[in-house]
C-alpha cells in the first residue's frame, strides 16, 4: 500500500521531511567534528526534543502518518523521528501501539514496529527480538545488542523482509573504533543516561 496520491498531505510530508533532514544535518554535523557518540550531545537531545514534540502534535491531530497520509518518504520520516524520540519512552510505546497497528493494514512496513520494538527493549535492558540495534562491544566495534532466541532470528527477520544478521554486521574496522579509556566513560554515561530518562 503506497497511498492515493490523491489522498496524501504533501504538505505534511514536506513537513516530516524536513524535520527528518534537520535531525539527520545535525548529526552529520557532531560525527564531522568527532562529537558524537561521547554521550547524548545537548544540540542532538534539542533536536530529537523538538521533532517529538511537534509528531505528538501530528499524530494528535491525524494518527499516525502512514503511506497513505504522508506517502511513502513521509512515513519513512515519521518513523525515524519516532525512532530518535529517545528521551520520552512513554510516547515510543505510544508509537510502537500505532506502527503495529498501521503494519496490520499496509500503511507502513513491517519494518518500521520491529525496529521500535527492538529499540524500547534495548533502552528497557532487555534482550531485542529481530537484532535491529547495534552498541560498541568491549573491543569497541559496533555489535547487535543481546538478542532473545538467537537461533531463530533470522526467521524472523526473514518474516518482515530483513537480510540475515550475518549480512548486516559491521566489518571491524580498528580505525574507526573508540579509544578504550574512552569506551568506558561513554558506556557510564549512557547508563547515567537511561537512568535520567527511566
Request: hydrophobic letters at 35%.
Amino acid at each position: 500500500m503506497s497511498g492515493d496520491p490523491a489522498s496524501i498531505n504533501e504538505d505534511l510530508c514536506d513537513e516530516l521531511l524536513g524535520m527528518d533532514a534537520a535531525d539527520q544535518r545535525v548529526r552529520r554535523e557532531l560525527l564531522d567534528a568527532g562529537l558524537l557518540g561521547d554521550g547524548y550531545h545537548p544540540r542532538m537531545e534539542e533536536i530529537h526534543r523538538r521533532n517529538t514534540a511537534r509528531l505528538k502534535e501530528i499524530i494528535s491531530k491525524y494518527g499516525w502518518p502512514g503511506r497513505g497520509l504522508a506517502g511513502e518518504p513521509g512515513a519513512f520520516a515519521a518513523w525515524r523521528i519516532a525512532q530518535h524520540a529517545i528521551g520520552d519512552p512513554a510516547f515510543q510505546r505510544c508509537c510502537l501501539g500505532l506502527l503495529q497497528e498501521a503494519a496490520a493494514r499496509g500503511d507502513v512496513s513491517p519494518q518500521h514496529p520491529a525496529y521500535m520494538l527492538d529499540r524500547i527493549r534495548m533502552y528497557e535492558g532487555k534482550p531485542q527480538i529481530y537484532g535491529t540495534q547495534f552498541m560498541p562491544n568491549a573491543e569497541g566495534d559496533w555489535a547487535p545488542w543481546e538478542i532473545e532466541d538467537l537461533p531463530h532470528v533470522d526467521e524472523r527477520r526473514a518474516a518482515i523482509g530483513l537480510a540475515p544478521l550475518a549480512e548486516t554486521l559491521h566489518k571491524p574496522d580498528p580505525n574507526s573504533r573508540p579509544a578504550r579509556a574512552k569506551l568506558e566513560g561513554w558506556r557510564l554515561k549512557y547508563e547515567q543516561w537511561l537512568r535520567k530518562g527511566a
